[in-house]
């Protein structure tokens, strides 16, 4: 079992930046590649960014490659989500996600375990 625990979320203007972590705890962190996700009401979650379990592969969404950067922490057991010049359309929840068997997963079916999300809002 892996708990997962988001934050950093909130409100903030088109162009700002938001810095999201995702801390872990249970079975050892360094097993999982992490993956962070986003929803909206009424729509599918969506893949936003992954990292492999030594922090040397990452794998973005074109909607946000070249504006948000995942990062992780063996040792700390965190993973964090650096985004930047945020857009009206990345206003979501946005949950982290930690899953044993695959390195770039961009499914939520690759995942075994989820964060409860943090709210993301931007406005414009």
């Known amino acids: 079992q892996v708990m997962l625990v988001e934050s950093g979320g909130g409100s903030v203007q088109t162009g700002d930046s938001l810095r999201l972590s995702c801390a872990a705890s249970g079975r050892p962190f360094s097993n999982y590649a992490i993956g962070w996700f986003r929803q909206t009401l009424g729509k599918e979650r969506e893949f936003v960014a992954t990292?492999?379990?030594?922090?040397?592969?990452?794998y973005y969404a074109d909607s946000v490659k070249g504006r948000f950067t995942i990062s992780r922490d063996n040792y700390g057991n965190t993973a964090d989500l650096e985004m930047t010049s945020l857009k009206p359309e990345d206003t979501a929840v946005y949950y982290c996600?930690?899953?044993?068997?695959?390195?770039?997963?961009?499914?939520?079916?690759?995942?075994?375990?989820w964060g409860q999300g943090t709210q993301v809002t931007v406005s414009s």
């Open positions: 996600a930690a899953g044993a068997y695959y390195t770039g997963g961009d499914k939520p079916a690759h995942y075994d375990y």
């Open positions: 990292i492999g379990r030594s922090g040397r592969d990452k």
